[in-house]
């Protein structure tokens, strides 16, 4: 069982910056892969980024490639989401997710958190 606790949301003018944090519980955080998705208003679920369990393999979804960095430590059990450039697009909750087996777009998640703000103003 792993357990996900998102932090670093909040609001920020449109092109600022913010970093998300992810705490996993459990020991075996470095053999999970890990991603960010993120959920607007009125919108479905939507992969943002993912990182395999070394940190040597990252993925992203278009709309944030050159803006937003996904990083690990594996030694503090987290996971980052560096967002830059925001736009009031980016809106949405954001979530952590863990999957074991790792896709371009994580659709194998097998834990998520339960998210956490992020509300670019323009």
């Known amino acids: 069982q792993v357990q996900l606790v998102e932090s670093g949301g909040g609001l920020v003018q449109a092109g600022g910056s913010l970093r998300l944090s992810c705490a996993a519980s459990?020991?075996?955080?470095?053999?999970?892969?890990m991603g960010w998705f993120r959920q607007a208003p009125g919108k479905e679920r939507e992969f943002v980024a993912a990182i395999n369990w070394s940190g040597g393999i990252t993925y992203y979804a278009d709309p944030v490639k050159g803006r937003f960095a996904i990083s690990r430590d594996n030694a503090k059990n987290t996971v980052y989401l560096q967002m830059n450039s925001l736009k009031p697009e980016d809106t949405a909750v954001y979530y952590c997710?863990?999957?074991?087996?790792?896709?371009?777009?994580?659709?194998?998640?097998?834990?998520w958190g339960q998210g956490t703000q992020v509300t670019v103003s323009s």
């Open positions: 997710a863990a999957a074991r087996h790792l896709t371009a777009t994580m659709t194998n998640t097998d834990y």
């Open positions: 459990g020991r075996t955080f470095s053999v999970y892969n």
